[in-house]
């Protein structure tokens, strides 16, 4: 069964370096999104992307982050200078058609910012 | 209360007996997910139900909607051990493309 794959599974940086998460969606799939969660709390929405730009953001995705769609399979987050409160869990998600459909997760990067 | 609570926070039972989790919300929806957490793990999709459909099926797993009172069940029938995990509803509004998470329950089937 087709699955979203993302590495690393374990990131630690640094403060204040960047970070680039790697997301292989489902292969047919169109909409692709971000999401994290911070240890002992909900998921949140962070982005997502269609048609190979941003179509819906949250209040988190702020100028420190990107997202990018580099070849035919990858997806990546981009966090440029990282903060200690960056530290979680990172999904890479995908739905086949509009985000109004069941979007499939990936296993997760855990990010430690020290 | 935050648009997709779950209640309980916290549930434990014996192996057998059926679970059942709650989930309110505050806006219209399109539709309703809900997702299974093991312990660090990533989400993994368990079943989706449309704001026009009352009641959806999946193996042992059953869901029910009330849009007029904004809440969704979810009911795991005849629980294993391998059902202890964290359970999640999710929402997507009309309009927008993001999941709105609720809080989760953490349910633990006890042997």
């Known amino acids: 069964e087709p699955e979203v794959t993302q590495t690393p599974s374990h990131q630690v940086t640094q403060m204040g370096q960047e970070v680039i998460l790697r997301c292989v969606p489902i292969s047919n799939h169109l909409y692709f999104y971000w999401y994290r969660q911070i240890l002992g709390q909900k998921v949140e929405f962070l982005v997502s992307f269609y048609n190979n730009e941003i179509s819906e953001k949250s209040e988190i995705f702020d100028d420190q982050f990107s997202v990018e769609r580099p070849d035919g399979s990858n997806f990546t987050l981009k966090i440029r200078s990282t903060k200690l409160e960056d530290s979680a869990m990172y999904f890479c998600a995908s739905s086949l058609w509009t985000g109004q459909e069941t979007q499939y997760f990936g296993p997760g990067t855990r990010l430690l910012v020290l | 209360s935050q648009q997709g609570e779950e209640d309980p926070q916290a549930l434990s039972i014996q192996e057998g007996e059926n679970a059942t989790m709650n989930c309110s919300y505050k806006?219209?929806?399109?539709?309703l997910q809900w997702y299974r957490q093991n312990s660090g793990r990533g989400l993994v999709h368990l079943i989706l139900?449309?704001?026009?459909?009352r009641e959806k099926h999946s193996g042992r797993l059953r869901v029910t909607l009330d849009t007029s009172k904004k809440s969704s069940s979810l009911l795991i029938t005849a629980s294993r051990a391998a059902d202890t995990a964290s359970y999640f509803c999710a929402t997507a509004n009309f309009g927008n493309e993001k999941l709105t998470f609720g809080t989760g329950t953490r349910l633990t089937i006890i042997p």
């Open positions: 139900i449309r704001s026009n459909e």
């Open positions: 806006t219209s929806i399109n539709n």
